[in-house]
């Protein structure tokens, strides 16, 4: 077996924010055994904040192996399939008894088919069309919307939206939007113009206070324009689509064309080709 090479510390950064991702979903579990449901929504936001930060950093730092990939994608699983799905059981889903448990087990089932999905596209080329978008819903995309359930409940009380029906509902259809080929936008291949970068910080600032003041309709609000999102981005996705499958089509169509235009294989007037034993 081929031994890691060494490794600088600063090249080792992305794989400590990825290990501390992984610690974060795993102490959502512990919270939500302890019946603390907050701070467990709050470790696995953490959990998805240090998800996006390794990623960059190992860019940044020009620090990619297939190491950290494949530890991105364990713990991207941990904390984003199996956490969201452990905490919504002790939450709400227990209620169902056996289909409480069946759905968040469907939901996990789906978070790794994503991840395996998502690992064996990048590995491969993928068309010019699909970069600016994922296929489906990313992992921690989908743990932030199961859990809107519970954002509702903390801002607004346990009298509906802790429903194990509601609950059931909206984790079955995230799992699926998970796993479908349904379009989502995807952040980081979205470019700020130049005259959009000043007010595009400021509303990063505004969105950062109320976050810190009402966190949970903060969030909540997020979720509902992440999911508003789709149509568009549905939309966009197959009109980039049709031009790059336009463009393509356009040189085998300028050939043909230039083949009728080519001069006839004998001189005009004459209706048979010239017999070259005539004198």
């Not at 081929?2 to 080792?12: A, I, P």
């Not at 020009?62 to 059981?89: H, R």
């Not at 068309?127 to 296929?135: C, E, G, K, S």
Request: aromatic share 10%; charged share 10%.
């Amino acid at each position: 077996m081929r031994r890691l090479s060494g490794l600088s510390v600063n090249r080792m950064v992305p794989n400590i924010l990825t290990l501390l991702a992984l610690c974060a979903g795993m102490t959502a579990m512990r919270f939500a055994m302890g019946g603390n449901f907050q701070a467990a929504v709050f470790s696995i936001i953490a959990a998805g904040i240090f998800d996006g930060l390794d990623g960059r950093m190992a860019r940044l730092l020009k620090a990619t192996t297939s190491f950290g990939a494949e530890l991105d994608s364990l713990s991207d699983f941990i904390s984003f399939g199996v956490a969201p799905a452990a905490v919504l059981y002790l939450w709400t889903l227990s209620e169902l008894h056996g289909l409480g448990w069946a759905i968040a087990l469907l939901y996990a089932v789906c978070c790794a088919l994503r991840l395996a999905r998502f690992n064996t596209e990048t590995s491969g080329e993928t068309p010019l069309y699909m970069a600016p978008f994922f296929t489906g819903a990313p992992a921690p995309a989908g743990a932030g919307l199961v859990m809107v359930p519970m954002f509702l409940s903390f801002e607004w009380g346990d009298w509906l939206f802790r429903s194990p029906y509601l609950s059931a509902i909206t984790v079955t259809g995230i799992a699926l939007l998970m796993v479908s080929k349904v379009p989502t936008v995807s952040l980081k291949r979205i470019r700020i113009p130049h005259h959009l970068v000043v007010p595009t910080l400021l509303g990063f600032g505004v969105a950062t206070a109320f976050l810190t003041t009402e966190p949970w309709l903060t969030l909540t609000v997020v979720g509902i324009v992440y999911v508003s999102s789709v149509p568009f981005t549905v939309c966009s996705y197959f009109r980039l689509k049709r031009a790059t499958l336009a463009r393509q089509t356009e040189p085998a169509a300028q050939p043909a064309a230039a083949a009728l235009r080519s001069p006839p294989p004998f001189p005009l007037g004459e209706t048979q080709p010239p017999n070259e034993w005539r004198h």
